[in-house]
């Protein structure tokens, strides 16, 4: 299951999310969203859980919890949501 985490600290970073999400299972990828310009983080990362049941629970867990100061949010990715913000195209 491939999941959106929101609101992310700009100074969080991709290790500190895979330690956070690997808690509750096993993580299949984990990909903090850059700015290209400035190389600083979006704010926002895709998590992949291969175990449905692990990523619900990350999901209940994680949602609206304090990391680095910001309350994240933790939901399914859409499929047409993580295309459009990863700068993916429908093609």
């Known amino acids: 299951m491939k999941l959106l985490v ?3 600290a700009r100074n969080t970073t991709e290790e500190e999310l895979r330690k956070l999400f690997s ?3 096993t993580l ?3 990909s903090l ?3 290209k310009a400035t ?3 979006k704010g926002f990362a895709f998590v992949e859980m291969p175990k449905v049941g ?3 629970a990350a999901i209940k867990t994680l949602n609206g919890s ?3 100061g910001s309350i994240i949010r ?3 990715a859409e499929d047409l949501v993580a295309k459009e913000e990863s700068g993916q195209s429908k093609d």
Request: net charge negative; charged share 40%.
């Open 6 to 8: 929101r609101n992310l």
């Open 23 to 25: 808690v509750h299972g």
């Open 28 to 30: 299949q990828s984990c």
């Open 33 to 35: 969203v850059m700015d």
């Open 39 to 41: 190389g600083e983080s």
């Open 54 to 56: 692990e990523a619900k």
């Open 66 to 68: 304090d990391v680095d």
């Open 74 to 76: 933790v939901k399914k």
